[in-house]
């Protein structure tokens, strides 16, 4: 995008300013860091977010490790 000779913000600016927009031009990038998961619709109903779906699976893993006392199990000396 070429530089406008006035540096300054504009109130409102053209579609033809823009340039050439790329339809999924980043979509491999997105993709790649993200792993989306369908709940279905009385699961969802439950978590208010992403971050409380985190915690209750983070909670269910630890409570398993625990159960189980297979790796990942705290090991502490009291």
């Known amino acids: 995008m070429k530089k406008a000779k006035n540096e300054e913000l ?14 999924g031009r980043y979509l491999a990038n997105y993709t790649s860091g993200t792993n989306l998961v369908l ?4 699961v ?3 978590f208010s977010d992403e971050e409380a779906v985190n915690r209750a699976l983070r909670e269910l893993i ?7 006392g297979g790796p ?3 090991k502490r000396h009291s």
């Not at 709940?39 to 009385?42: E, Q, T």
């Not at 630890?62 to 189980?68: C, F, G, H, I, N």
């Open 10 to 23: 504009r109130r409102e600016y053209l579609r033809k300013d823009l340039g050439k927009g790329v339809r």
């Open 39 to 42: 709940l279905s619709p009385d």
């Open 44 to 46: 969802a109903a439950v």
């Open 62 to 68: 630890q409570l398993a490790r625990k159960s189980a």
């Open 72 to 74: 990942g199990r705290s």
